[in-house]
């Protein structure tokens, strides 16, 4: 016998969150469209969540609100966003794309790797450096939000319409039971 206290390995738990996430964002409330769009505003802004310092979130509520998409849907995008590791894992293409776009170099004399210590009496040459690569990653990251939130729209709008269209076949069964059911009695 099962204890009821069973612990789930790693890959059983993010499965189980994956799955638990995605029920909640198919009984979410509003159109496809309205959820699509919440889900591809979370799940774009969680791209952009390490290289802005998660200074993110501020603008969070307001753009999905602006946009007019549904803010439980983008709380469940961005949740995916987390979960499936993808900001961490593009973060060096994300570099690269933004070296390509923006190619500029910053020459502060000599190359330093960021230390508080030199920071601290002064040197800010590693300091610019830091920032330079920021930009980088800030330029590549938002690329990728966009790129990953505009697939993310057309597969979350294709998925919540399919949902809905057998919900509602579910719905037309059980009254046809139901009809059957009242004229065999």
Known sequence: MKNKLQKYHFFNR?????????????????????????????????????????????????????????????????????????PVILLPFGRKIGKMILPMR???????????????????HGFLNLLHGGVH?????????????FISYIVVYFLYDRAKERRLIKGRKKICFRIIYSIRQ
Not at 54 to 68: E, G, N
Not at 137 to 149: A, D, E, R, S
């Open 137 to 149: 990653v800030l330029i590549g990251m938002t690329i990728f939000g966009i790129v990953l939130g």
């Open 14 to 86: 993010m499965g189980r969150m994956f799955k638990l996430n995605y029920l909640k964002l198919l009984r979410s409330p509003g159109g496809a469209q309205k959820v699509a769009l919440g889900f591809a505003i979370g799940f774009g802004l969680e791209m952009l969540v390490i290289s802005t310092a998660s200074l993110i979130y501020i603008f969070f509520v307001p753009v999905v609100r602006l946009a007019k998409g549904s803010l439980p849907a983008s709380i469940i995008g961005n949740v995916i966003g987390k979960l499936s590791f993808l």
């Open 106 to 124: 910053v020459s502060t004399g000599h190359n330093t790797p960021f230390s508080f210590q030199n920071f601290i009496h002064g040197d800010f």
